[in-house]
Each structure stands twice: as C-alpha cells, then as structure tokens.
C-alpha cells in the first residue's frame, strides 16, 4: 500500500491555511467595518500659523480665557475650582487638570478645541449653541488681541508646563485623555482617581458612593454610562481602539464619546496601558510561549521515532 500520510498532512495544512486566510478574515470584514488609521493627524482641522509666547499665555489661561475656573493646572500651583464629583453635577464630566495637556494632546487640536470644543471634538450633533445647547466647555472668544495669537500663546503656555511629548507615560495618557469617563476594574481606576487601599470598609464604601454619584452625573451627560475598558485591547483588539480614539464617529456613528485629540505617540501609550490591564501576564506568556514551542520540537522528533520502531517490523 502506497503511504497516504504525507497526502493527509497536505490536506490538513492547506484547508487550515484555507480557513486561516480567507474564511475567518472574510467573517471578520462583514462583521466589522474596517477603518483606516489616519495617523492622527487632524486633517480636518485648520494648521495652526502663529508662533505663541507663553507668558501671555499665561495670563491669558488664568484671566480672559478663565480656563482655571473650570481646569485645575497642579503643576503650576493652579489647584481645581471643586472636587471631581461637584464638578461633574455642574458639567457633566470633570474638567480633566491641564498640566500635561501640551504634550498629550496634538498642537492643532488644542488651538481648534480652546475656539470651538464641539467642533474640534466631534460632538456638534449633540451641542449646537444655534439651539442652546452649549458644549460644556465654554468656547475663548477672544480677549481683544488677534485671536489666533491668544490660542497660539495659550498653547505655547501648556507646552511649555508639560512634560517632553516622549516622556508621557502610559498611566498619564490613559488617565488624562480616557480616566474621567471609562473605569478600568483590573487597574483600580475609577473615574475619579485610583481606588486606595483603605484600612476601613466604611472608607472604602464611603468612596464607592462618591464614584456612584460621579456616574449618574457622567451617565446624565453622556446619555450612557461609558463602559469599563479593562478587556477591550482583547475583544476589540488594538487597531479598532486606535482607530476609535483617533474618530469615535468613523465606527459609531453618533456616538456621544467624543474625538480626545490625542497625538499618534499619546495614543501608543494609551494602547500600552489597556494592553498592560487586560493582559497582566503578557511578558511572561511569551516567555512561556517560547519554551513551549522548543518542547513541542523535541516531543514531535521523539514521536517521529518511537513511531518509525514500531512499524519497522510490521513492514
Ligand atoms: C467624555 C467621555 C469619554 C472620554 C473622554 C472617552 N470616552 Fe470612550 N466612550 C465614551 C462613551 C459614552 C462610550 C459609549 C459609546 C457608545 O456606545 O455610543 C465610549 C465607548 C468607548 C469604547 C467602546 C467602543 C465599542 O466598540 O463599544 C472604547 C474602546 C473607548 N470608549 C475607548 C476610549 C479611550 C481609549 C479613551 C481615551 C483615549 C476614551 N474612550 C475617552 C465616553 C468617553
Ligand atoms: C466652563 C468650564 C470650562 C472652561 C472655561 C474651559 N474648559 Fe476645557 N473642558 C471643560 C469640560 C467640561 C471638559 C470635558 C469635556 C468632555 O469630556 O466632554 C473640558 C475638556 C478640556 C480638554 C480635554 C479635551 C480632550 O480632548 O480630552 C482640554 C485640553 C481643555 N478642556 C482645555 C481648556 C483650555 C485651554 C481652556 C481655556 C482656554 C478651557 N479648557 C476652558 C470645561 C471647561
């Protein structure tokens, strides 16, 4: 009898490439649409063309602008006007601390964002002024100068309090651009800060209610409640949350999540951070990966052989 075995491991690999490459990117392709990265660059939005001074920035921040009255800027001694839950019954959300803003955010949406925020984040089917419906944020119209130099000085003034772009952290993007709307259970994140460690369970519930509270303001002003990203890298995977960063409205149309205006190196890093909460064992799996697949080599040549011994006499 002529050997079939070879004939069989040819079938086998080939309908297994079948279903590898054609069948299951075919299911995927109509269940999902597929949206191109634009590479974050804000195409739509107007370059920015004025070279900004920071010290009137600065006056500018805290003066005409009043973007202290609702942002708080620790790191130049600027603390916030009201506690993250009082500010989200007054606006919905808490107005996120302006920091890191300089280098978290791109330079063009921030100068798009401070002149018209429902505009620059993609929300203008919820917040039309025409109908009064303001955006929460209140748009800078000016403070007497050339507008396009306030901005331009006001974004040179939170450019030059952040860190250098390619210092961000992974923590610090997520919880800038995403921690004020989405929990993340696996990381202790709660839309208002981490959740410590207390000694008491009293403390501990005492917080769990302020994070409640925050919700209802949050759901009240999102129409839902954003939902827990700690395994969203793993169901949706990383080039959908790129793409769903960098225009919410390319895949849900309609949705309230507004465009965060991220550069392409903030949003690296926020993929870092969901990768690190929904895969805490990531590093070590593909360690273990690897000495998985030297023992299966070694298994396979000993199977090999003990199977060629005993068919030798049957032969
Ligand atoms: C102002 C609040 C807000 C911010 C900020 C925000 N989101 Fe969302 N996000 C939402 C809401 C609301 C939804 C639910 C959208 C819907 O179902 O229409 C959502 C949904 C999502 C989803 C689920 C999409 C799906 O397929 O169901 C992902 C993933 C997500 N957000 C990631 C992010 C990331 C990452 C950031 C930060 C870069 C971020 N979001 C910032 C409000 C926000
Ligand atoms: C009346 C209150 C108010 C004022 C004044 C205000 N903001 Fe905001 N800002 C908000 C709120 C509320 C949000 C969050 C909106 C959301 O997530 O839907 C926000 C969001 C932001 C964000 C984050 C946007 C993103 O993409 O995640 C930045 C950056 C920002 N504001 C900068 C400024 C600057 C700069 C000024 C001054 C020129 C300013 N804001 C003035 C209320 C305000």
Same mark, same amino acid.
């Given at each position: 009898?002529?050997?079939?075995?070879?004939?069989?491991?040819?079938?086998?690999?080939?309908?297994?490439?079948?279903?590898?490459?054609?069948?299951?990117?075919?299911?995927?392709?109509?269940?999902?649409?597929?949206?191109?990265?634009? !590479? $974050?660059?804000? @195409?739509?939005?107007?370059?920015?063309?004025? /070279?900004?001074? *920071?010290?009137? =920035?600065? #006056?500018?921040?805290?003066?005409?602008?009043?973007?202290?009255?609702?942002?708080?800027?620790?790191?130049?001694?600027?603390?916030?006007?009201?506690?993250?839950?009082?500010?989200?019954?007054?606006?919905?959300?808490?107005?996120?601390?302006?920091?890191?803003?300089?280098?978290?955010?791109?330079?063009?949406?921030?100068?798009?964002?401070?002149?018209?925020?429902?505009?620059?984040?993609?929300?203008?089917? !919820? $917040?039309?002024? @025409?109908?009064?419906?303001?955006?929460?944020? /209140?748009?800078? *119209?000016?403070? =007497?100068? #050339?507008?396009?130099?306030?901005?331009?000085?006001?974004?040179?003034?939170?450019?030059?309090?952040?860190?250098?772009?390619?210092?961000?952290?992974?923590?610090?993007?997520?919880?800038?651009?995403?921690?004020?709307?989405?929990?993340?259970?696996?990381?202790?994140?709660?839309?208002?800060?981490?959740?410590?460690?207390?000694?008491?369970?009293?403390?501990?519930?005492?917080?769990?209610?302020?994070?409640?509270?925050?919700?209802?303001?949050?759901?009240?002003?999102?129409?839902?409640?954003?939902?827990?990203?700690?395994?969203?890298?793993?169901?949706?995977?990383?080039?959908?949350?790129?793409?769903?960063?960098?225009?919410?409205?390319?895949?849900?149309?309609?949705?309230?999540?507004?465009?965060?205006?991220?550069?392409?190196?903030?949003?690296?890093?926020?993929?870092?951070?969901?990768?690190?909460?929904?895969?805490?064992?990531?590093?070590?799996?593909?360690?273990?990966?690897?000495?998985?697949?030297?023992?299966?080599?070694?298994?396979?040549?000993?199977?090999?052989?003990?199977?060629?011994?005993?068919?030798?006499?049957?032969?």
């Amino acid at each position: 009898m002529k050997n079939k075995e070879p004939l069989i491991f040819i079938i086998v690999v080939a309908f297994t490439l079948l279903t590898y490459w054609l069948v299951e990117p075919f299911a995927h392709s109509q269940m999902h649409k597929h949206v191109e990265s634009e !590479k $974050f660059a804000y @195409a739509d939005l107007p370059a920015v063309t004025k /070279t900004g001074v *920071a010290a009137t =920035g600065k #006056e500018l921040v805290t003066g005409a602008a009043a973007c202290t009255g609702c942002h708080a800027i620790t790191k130049d001694g600027l603390p916030a006007a009201m506690d993250a839950v009082t500010a989200a019954g007054t606006y919905g959300v808490n107005p996120p601390d302006l920091s890191n803003a300089g280098a978290l955010y791109d330079a063009k949406f921030l100068s798009d964002l401070i002149k018209n925020p429902a505009h620059a984040l993609k929300v203008e089917h !919820k $917040f039309d002024a @025409a109908k009064g419906k303001m955006h929460p944020m /209140t748009p800078f *119209a000016g403070a =007497g100068g #050339e507008i396009d130099q306030e901005v331009a000085d006001i974004v040179a003034y939170l450019q030059s309090i952040a860190v250098k772009p390619e210092e961000v952290t992974p923590k610090m993007a997520f919880e800038n651009a995403c921690g004020r709307c989405h929990a993340v259970g696996y990381e202790k994140w709660t839309q208002i800060g981490e959740k410590p460690a207390f000694k008491f369970q009293k403390e501990s519930l005492a917080f769990d209610i302020k994070v409640l509270e925050y919700q209802e303001s949050l759901t009240k002003y999102m129409g839902k409640l954003p939902p827990d990203l700690s395994m969203y890298i793993r169901s949706r995977g990383e080039h959908f949350i790129s793409t769903f960063i960098e225009n919410p409205q390319a895949h849900l149309e309609g949705t309230a999540m507004p465009r965060v205006g991220v550069t392409a190196h903030t949003a690296e890093k926020v993929i870092e951070y969901l990768e690190d909460a929904g895969d805490t064992k990531r590093a070590e799996r593909t360690a273990t990966g690897k000495n998985v697949m030297i023992f299966i080599v070694i298994f396979a040549i000993f199977a090999l052989l003990w199977k060629k011994q005993v068919w030798r006499d049957l032969h």
